[in-house]
């Protein structure tokens, strides 16, 4: 069975930096397609950024050229590096996987961590 770890969120000021990792065990992480989901209170989970088993990469509009989604194969482990963060990008922040390619509906992944607040001040 697949176990997904997140670390890294916190509280950080608006502007500032953040990066997550998330740390997979159990199962064949380099044949995964990994991504990044977050949920905001009272709202839905909405996708951040996926990566795929080669390395292609998705992102929301929102987040593209402030966030970076990478992964790490012999660590087992997909990063999220957060730049210019803004008071909007405030909630949990959950690391997927999925066998396959990388996707934007979180109905598709298989296997997800317990998440990483990430809470950011104006």
């Known amino acids: 069975q697949v176990q997904l770890v997140e670390s890294g969120g916190g509280l950080v000021q608006a502007g500032g930096s953040l990066r997550l990792s998330c740390a997979a065990s159990?199962?064949?992480?380099?044949?995964?397609?990994m991504a990044w989901f977050r949920q905001a209170p009272g709202k839905e989970r909405e996708f951040v950024a996926a990566?795929?088993?080669?390395?292609?990469?998705d992102y929301r509009d929102s987040v593209k050229g402030r966030f970076t989604i990478s992964r790490d194969n012999i660590k087992n482990t997909v990063y999220l590096q957060m730049n210019s963060l803004k008071p909007e990008d405030t909630a949990i922040y959950y690391c997927?996987?999925?066998?396959?390619?990388?996707?934007?509906?979180?109905?598709?992944?298989?296997?997800w961590g317990r998440g990483t607040q990430v809470t950011v001040s104006s």
């Open positions: 997927g996987g999925r066998i396959g390619y990388g996707s934007a509906r979180y109905s598709t992944y298989d296997f």
């Open positions: 159990g199962g064949a992480f380099s044949t995964y397609a």
């Open positions: 990566v795929s088993r080669n390395r292609d990469t």
